[in-house]
């Protein structure tokens, strides 16, 4: 098993148990994200006020605090440097992720059209510059948050628990549940949704051990599918859309009200990209077997 998929502890010193570690990165991470919130809430007035655009600074400042709050959790909790959030490394990573989030929606749009279950029209376009920024940084503080909390938190901490395709099915299914409650969710959009982009992600982390190489995926993914082609995100319809997809046809290529992430066909896609990602996490000796017992959640 490599090194950089389950760094050690300092000699001498013990990681706290997963559980414990569990509960304490998951609070942390919510009780920052409810504050940060709180206080823009009650700093920026609300749309449509001028001062809205104010909103921006904490979509861009919010991530940033999120991942040197994760990073100093793991200082302390786990006697570690947190080389799975490098910069270094994770430049280029998210690039690369970006580019395969794109490309996926992509090939999903294209291939609705070419069975004539869609048709794209000009939409909005782009209109000043802080509606082109908003739509930026909101998939970005989406991406950050999420992939901190699923994948860096939830996939991490449980693969040490059960081992990786265990994990990997735990917080992918975590993942489409919460979003169990958007706009037009059914039981079968949110399985298509863990089962694709769930496990798409959870591997995007497994096989790189970095976490820019996700975010850059999920940020890629949701630019693309609700600002450039103006289709549902999990039920949620963007604001500004560069252009607009119309679609129609059975619910297993659209998703319905939902969106993208509720068909069977974006999920058979994510789950051609999870198949590629998880042959290269054996590759790169990162898999860690399958196992379980209690033991494993109250140790270090």
């Not at 760094?7 to 706290?16: A, E, F, N, Q, V």
């Not at 920052?32 to 006020?49: C, D, E, K, N, Y």
């Not at 790189?208 to 600002?227: K, Q």
């Amino acid at each position: 098993m490599s090194s950089e998929a389950n760094s050690s502890p300092k000699i001498g010193r013990l990681r706290d148990p997963v559980i414990v570690r569990l509960i304490t990165f998951i609070l942390l991470l919510l009780a920052a994200t409810i504050l940060a919130t709180m206080v823009t809430r009650s700093v920026v007035p609300a749309a449509p006020s001028p001062g809205h655009g104010w909103i921006l600074l904490k979509n861009l400042l919010l991530p940033i605090l999120l991942v040197w709050l994760y990073g100093r959790a793991v200082r302390l909790l786990e006697y570690r440097e947190p080389r799975e959030i490098s910069l270094q490394r994770g430049t280029p990573l998210f690039l690369l992720g970006a580019v395969l989030g794109v490309a996926i929606i992509a090939i999903y749009v294209l291939t609705l059209l070419a069975f004539g279950a869609a048709t794209l029209t000009g939409g909005a376009g782009v209109h000043g510059v802080v509606p082109l920024l908003n739509e930026v940084l909101v998939p970005w503080a989406t991406a950050v948050g999420e992939e901190l909390l699923f994948r860096l938190v939830l996939f991490r901490l449980a693969e040490e628990a059960v081992g990786t395709g265990a994990a990997a099915l735990i917080s992918a299914l975590l993942f489409g549940l919460s979003h169990a409650m958007n706009p037009g969710a059914s039981p079968g959009s949110v399985l298509y949704l863990a089962a694709g982009m769930g496990t798409l992600l959870a591997f995007g982390f497994a096989s790189t051990r970095n976490a820019w190489f996700p975010v850059g995926l999920h940020w890629g993914w949701n630019f693309t599918e609700g600002c450039l082609f103006g289709l549902p995100d999990s039920g949620q319809a963007d604001p500004l859309q560069i252009m607009h997809t119309t679609v129609s046809g059975r619910a297993f290529l659209t998703g319905g009200a939902f969106g993208p992430e509720g068909s069977l066909l974006l999920c058979a896609l994510a789950l051609a990209g999870t198949a590629a990602l998880a042959r290269l996490t054996l590759r790169r000796n990162y898999w860690q077997s399958l196992r379980f017992s209690m033991r494993g959640l109250l140790e270090a």
